[in-house]
Nanobody, 124 residues
Framework: QVQLVESGGGLVQPGGSLRLSCAAY????????MGWYRQAPGKQRELVAV????????NYADSVKGRFTISRDNARNTVYLQMNSLKPEDTAVYYC?????????????????WGKGTLVTVSS
């Protein structure tokens, strides 16, 4: 059974940092691109960042470029999202995604598998 389990969300002040983690179970992790998506209240789920199977290619939403960094550790079956200089508009539930269908370029495509999400709240 495939599971993607996110952790690391929480409440942070504007300008602060958080690091999200997503541990994958039941899949051949290094066979698939992985990504992070987010959904704010009343809005559609949107891309945050994606990373290739080997980690050498990444793609980011314009709104997070220069502030967020996606990385992966294939030995630990884990993908990370380092979020710096957080803004109130980054407040959302962040979802891990990957598996068959996931691509990085030219246009990121979502994979078949989703985590349950972790809430990030940026507020003073």
């Amino acid at each position: 059974q495939v599971q993607l389990v996110e952790s690391g969300g929480g409440l942070v002040q504007p300008g602060g940092s958080l690091r999200l983690s997503c541990a994958a179970y039941g899949i051949i992790f290094n066979s698939y691109a992985m990504g992070w998506y987010r959904q704010a209240p009343g809005k559609q789920r949107e891309l945050v960042a994606v990373i290739s199977r080997g980690g050498g290619i990444t793609n980011y939403a314009d709104s997070v470029k220069g502030r967020f960094t996606i990385s992966r550790d294939n030995a630990r079956n884990t993908v990370y999202l380092q979020m710096n200089s957080l803004k109130p508009e980054d407040t959302a539930v962040y979802y891990c995604n990957g598996g068959p269908g996931a691509t990085v370029l030219p246009t990121p495509q979502r994979g078949d598998y989703w985590g349950k999400g972790t809430l990030v709240t940026v507020s003073s």
